[in-house]
T-cell receptor, first 111, second 110 residues
Framework: DTAVSQTPKYLVTQMGNDKSIKCEQNLGHDTMYWYKQDSKKFLKIMFSYNNKELIINETVPNRFSPKSPDKAHLNLHINSLELGDSAVYFC??????????FGPGTRLTVT | KQEVTQIPAALSVPEGENLVLNCSFTDSAIYNLQWFRQDPGKGLTSLLLIQSSQREQTSGRLNASLDKSSGRSTLYIAASQPGDSATYLCAVGVDYKLSFGAGTTVTVRA
């Protein structure tokens, strides 16, 4: 069974469109994250939710809006996509004080 | 702001040689440190987690040490194999957040 899953795996879209990426974890973790990995492979945190509450927002443009309907899900909606949003987006989850588990990533290409 | 540096950026070794990957961080007030492996086009696989109160962790051929006072961690991989070829990422945990290094890309030649 996949611990942290993301859909879709690939997303190709045009500038100006709105898109969503979904994430689900079946580990019973309280904390979930979104990370962005850019073309130079550098990973940077975007958001963190703990028990459905936003606890970290790393100066991400407000075109990005996370939503956590329950502890097992953290979705990412992106409005008005720009070329610079092209990247791989990773979802992750963690139990308190324990290691983070990552999803397989969603490769977003904006043309 | 926590800065995490990994040296070297790339490493190529013959099969059987031991690997030594270095990670340094600027702020020693950390909760834990985690080492990951990333294969091309794939997600991150957690290798080892060291809590701030620990000095090292071991799993099979992998051993990671942590020296909080000097802001350093080292990942040792014994008797490397071609299957160990990947990018290895160090991430420092403070509260709910992980700060990542840029990674060391390892190639093990058969």
């Amino acid at each position: 069974d996949t611990a942290v899953s993301q859909t879709p795996k690939y997303l190709v879209t045009q500038m100006g469109n709105d898109k969503s990426i979904k994430c689900e974890q079946n580990l019973g973790h309280d904390t979930m994250y979104w990370y962005k990995q850019d073309s130079k492979k550098f990973l940077k945190i975007m958001f963190s939710y703990n028990n459905k509450e936003l606890i970290i927002n790393e100066t991400v443009p407000n075109r990005f809006s996370p939503k956590s309907p329950d502890k097992a899900h953290l979705n990412l909606h992106i409005n008005s996509l720009e070329l610079g949003d092209s990247a791989v987006y990773f979802c992750a989850s963690r139990a308190q004080g324990r290691e983070q588990y990552f999803g397989p990533g969603t490769r977003l290409t904006v043309t | 702001k926590q800065e995490v540096t990994q040296i070297p950026a790339a490493l190529s070794v013959p099969e059987g040689e031991n690997l030594v990957l270095n990670c340094s961080f600027t702020d020693s007030a950390i909760y834990n440190l985690q080492w990951f492996r990333q294969d091309p086009g794939k997600g991150l696989t957690s290798l080892l987690l060291i809590q701030s109160s620990q000095r090292e962790q071991t799993s099979g051929r992998l051993n990671a040490s942590l020296d909080k006072s000097s802001g350093r961690s080292t990942l040792y991989i014994a008797a490397s194999q071609p299957g160990d070829s990947a990018t290895y990422l160090c991430a420092v945990g403070v509260d709910y957040k992980l700060s990542f290094g840029a990674g060391t890309t390892v190639t093990v030649r058969a």
